[in-house]
């Protein structure tokens, strides 16, 4: 059990939890059996599974590069993960010291461990909030606290929306987050689809039984997203090919990730 602004948290260790089987397959150590058994079913399932999520981690650094190169300070990254060093707050820091970073996840276990990992860091927080109510998050005062929203924002949801249902309506969550962030402001944005393999039915299986589902969507169902953005070169693309700091390893097209970055243009 956790606090959260004073009240408790159950945390709920029965059923795998996404944040955790991410952390599994990047070789991380903050995760239980249930999500171990549940990362070892996705990658027998979808064998690139462990080379797909290695590859988001590095389109997320190279993200994070290009969006404090642009001259953004503020960072609110929604559905964090367990911290993994380098973290987002770790990589934008680097390069400019006045970076700020807001976190959110509705894990408890995540913001437990971010919040001893960032406790002496006043420029970075973590929220315990959830993305199916974008308004509570733009609303939250601990993200007010970091984040100026009359001052423009990188809006981080990598590897997030596809554990939204379509009953929860993301293009809505998507646009209500938008509206709140002034011209200027980014999105950075990666999405699982099975686009790439003939038939994922069964690594969606796995997290039947996890915290959150998952939602394979289509190139055009994820282009959708940047709806009141305007892509940067080179668009959406799988995750390997968005400006890779390499030439990306053989096999890196079967990857099922796509990904975007997009600025938000005046009106």
């Not at 590069?65 to 990254?77: A, F, K, T, W």
Request: charged letters at 25%.
């Amino acid at each position: 059990m956790t606090q959260d602004g004073g009240r408790a948290v159950r945390i709920d260790t029965s059923r795998p939890h996404p944040a955790r089987i991410y952390d599994y397959l990047l070789g991380g150590k903050d995760n239980y059996e249930v999500d171990q058994v549940a990362g070892d079913r996705l990658a027998a399932a979808a064998p690139e599974a462990r080379i797909a999520v290695r590859a988001n981690r590095a389109f997320l650094h190279r993200a994070v590069r290009y969006v404090v190169d642009s001259g953004v300070r503020q960072i609110l990254d929604i559905g964090t993960g367990l911290p993994t060093s380098p973290n987002v707050h770790e990589v934008a820091q680097e390069l400019a010291a006045d970076v700020r970073v807001a976190y959110v996840d509705n894990d408890p276990i995540v913001k437990a461990h971010a919040d001893a990992l960032l406790s002496r860091a006043g420029t970075t927080s973590i929220v315990l909030a959830d993305l199916r109510d974008p308004q509570s998050i733009i609303d939250h005062p601990e993200v007010r606290r970091i984040i100026d929203f009359d001052r423009p924002v990188a809006l981080f949801l990598v590897a997030i929306l596809h554990f939204i249902r379509d009953t929860d309506e993301p293009e809505r969550i998507v646009a209500t987050l938008r509206d709140a962030l002034p011209a200027g402001s980014l999105l950075v944005l990666s999405h699982a689809t099975g686009d790439f393999a003939d038939d994922r039915s069964d690594a969606e299986a796995v997290y039947n039984s996890a915290t959150a589902t998952m939602n394979l969507r289509s190139r055009d169902r994820v282009e959708r997203f940047f709806d009141g953005f305007e892509l940067v070169e080179p668009g959406l693309t799988q995750v390997p090919f968005w400006r890779p700091d390499a030439t990306p390893a053989p096999g890196s097209e079967e990857i099922g990730f796509y990904c975007g970055v997009a600025r938000k243009s005046g009106e």
